[in-house]
């Protein structure tokens, strides 16, 4: 399975994207760190513990990151979508029990870092020893190809991923990042802004401009993931368990938030389509494009600008998706749910 670091902000998206990345028997969750975003650091650390426990994984390790963006005195917070608690249910407050422990002590970008480079290792590792059975005898190394990188899924704030890379520059060849985050057109919250992005765009533009391979899921493709009447009927089954019904309550809520702020009949399910995409890349339609991120107008900071003609000179630095696989993306995201109420 491909080790995977997922960095985000639960969030309802972001609940579903952690059992996503938990429970397809095509990923390894290495560990979680959060950041300021949906809610404070603290409620979303704590939402994050909460899911991987009631998802039957309260061993993954969780790390706290940024309280607040890297220049921005604040993070936006986004109650009016997920809740006091960042993490509501339908009668207000936390459907989820309390997790049983608490987060780890570390500074997020250390952990982040130590865990990656040691599973980078093991991934260089096991290409080697490949390369060396399949090229008569040689070392397995030298041989000119792309050594596997490791998946560091974003699906948040920047924050964190910018410090990990401002602290750690070497991680620059261990990993592959993919975001939810950015939009070619019209935004959420701001005019042409998505709402990751916009959090913390001095960050997120450190990230675009850092050269590592970079894969944005915007808006215009979550916006197809609509969390709808049957796809909630697929999740409860007929007979539904206690968890079960926990999460037809996130999906519920969220609906409802999504319903009165931005009149949309069925909530899209944005951060497990960046998972998505890392397990299956192929249900993805997808660019390379020069992509930059506004970060000085007082009209659009933290706008993605999105480079759909070719006209930039600059170079390419960002796989955008364009559309995805829908009916398998739900397929993948309904499997891992109920694979999560199996443990
Ligand atoms: C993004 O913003 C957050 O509220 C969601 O969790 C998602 O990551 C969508 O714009
Ligand atoms: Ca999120």
């Not at 560990?31 to 899911?51: F, M």
């Not at 890392?278 to 000085?296: C, N």
């Not at 739900?330 to 749910?337: C, K, M, S, T, V």
Request: glycine letters at 8%; proline letters at 7%.
């Amino acid at each position: 399975a491909r080790p995977v670091w997922l960095d985000c902000d639960p969030g309802h998206d972001d609940a579903l994207a952690l059992i996503l990345a938990g429970h397809s028997p095509a990923l390894d969750l290495l560990g979680v760190s959060t950041v300021a975003g949906n809610e404070t650091v603290e409620k979303v650390t704590d939402n994050a513990l909460r899911v991987l426990a009631a998802a039957g994984q309260p061993h993954i390790e969780v790390v706290a990151g940024a309280a607040k963006p890297l220049l921005r005195a604040a993070p936006l917070l986004c109650a009016e979508i997920h809740g006091e608690t960042g993490l509501d249910g339908p009668l207000g407050g936390p459907v989820l029990p309390p997790a049983p422990h608490g987060p780890l002590t570390g500074k997020a970008p250390m952990v982040m870092f130590e865990r990656i480079a040691a599973a980078h290792q093991r991934l260089k590792a096991a290409a080697g020893a490949g390369g060396a059975n399949s090229s008569s005898g040689g070392d397995g190394s030298g041989s000119g190809k792309e050594q596997p990188r490791v998946a560091l899924i974003a699906t948040a704030a920047l924050t964190n991923v910018a410090l990990l890379l401002a602290l750690y520059p070497e991680v620059a060849d261990m990993v592959e990042i993919v975001i939810m985050g950015g939009c070619l057109g019209v935004g959420n919250t701001g005019a042409v802004m998505e709402f990751n992005i916009q959090t913390d765009p001095e960050a997120a533009r450190m990230v675009f401009e850092s050269g590592i391979p970079l894969t944005m899921v915007p808006l215009e493709v979550t916006h197809t993931a609509l969390a709808t009447t049957s796809v909630l009927q697929r999740v409860r089954t007929h007979s539904p368990t206690p968890f079960l019904r926990l999460m037809v309550d996130l999906l519920m809520f969220f609906a409802d938030t999504y319903r009165t702020v931005f009149k949309f009949e069925d909530p899209p399910l944005h951060d497990p389509c960046a998972v998505a995409y890392v397990i299956a890349p192929h249900l993805f339609k997808t660019e390379l494009l020069r992509v930059d991120v506004e970060t000085a107008s007082s009209l659009s900071a933290g706008q993605t600008v999105v480079d759909i003609w070719h006209q930039s000179t600059q170079p390419k630095n960002c796989t955008v998706c364009m559309e995805m696989d829908v009916a398998r993306f739900w397929d993948l995201q309904i499997e891992a749910i109920h694979a999560a109420d199996r443990r």
